[in-house]
C-alpha cells in the first residue's frame, strides 16, 4: 500500500513525463507503476478553480498546492506560463493567449470539477 505521500510524488513525476488530459488517465498511469488510486482520491487535490484575467486561483486540501503547482509546472500544460504556491492556495498565470478563462475550463476538466 503506497502513503498519500508516494502517490502525490508519483503523480508529480508521471505529469512530468506524459502529457496527461483527464484523471482517469492519471490513474492508469499510477496503475502501470503498480500504485492503486481511483479517480475521487485525486480529484480531492483540486477543490475550487477560479480566475481574473490572465491568472487563475486554484484551492486545495492543506498542505497540497505545491505538489499541484509542481506537477502544473511540469505538465507542459498549453498557456500556463507557470505557477506560485502556498499551503493551500495556488497562482497560475496564464498566457495572454488562450488567457486566464481557457486555462482555468482546462483545469477545472483535469481536476474533475467541469
Avoid at 498511469?29 to 480529484?43: H, P, V, W, Y
Avoid at 487563475?56 to 505538489?67: E, F, Q
Avoid at 498549453?78 to 506560485?84: A, E
Amino acid at each position: 500500500m503506497t502513503t498519500k505521500a508516494q502517490r502525490q510524488h508519483a503523480v508529480t513525476r508521471l505529469l512530468a513525463k506524459h502529457h496527461v488530459t483527464s484523471q482517469p488517465q492519471v490513474v492508469e498511469l499510477l496503475r502501470g507503476e503498480g500504485i492503486r488510486a481511483t479517480q475521487a482520491t485525486l480529484s480531492e487535490w483540486v477543490a475550487e478553480v477560479n480566475h481574473s484575467q490572465n491568472l487563475v486561483i486554484l484551492r486545495t486540501p492543506p498542505g497540497c498546492a505545491h505538489v499541484v503547482a509542481s506537477a502544473l509546472d511540469r505538465s507542459g500544460t498549453p498557456g500556463l506560463l507557470g505557477t506560485v504556491a502556498g499551503d493551500d492556495t495556488l497562482l497560475c498565470v496564464a498566457a495572454e493567449r488562450p488567457g486566464g478563462a481557457k486555462l482555468a475550463a482546462n483545469l477545472r476538466t483535469l481536476a474533475g470539477l467541469a
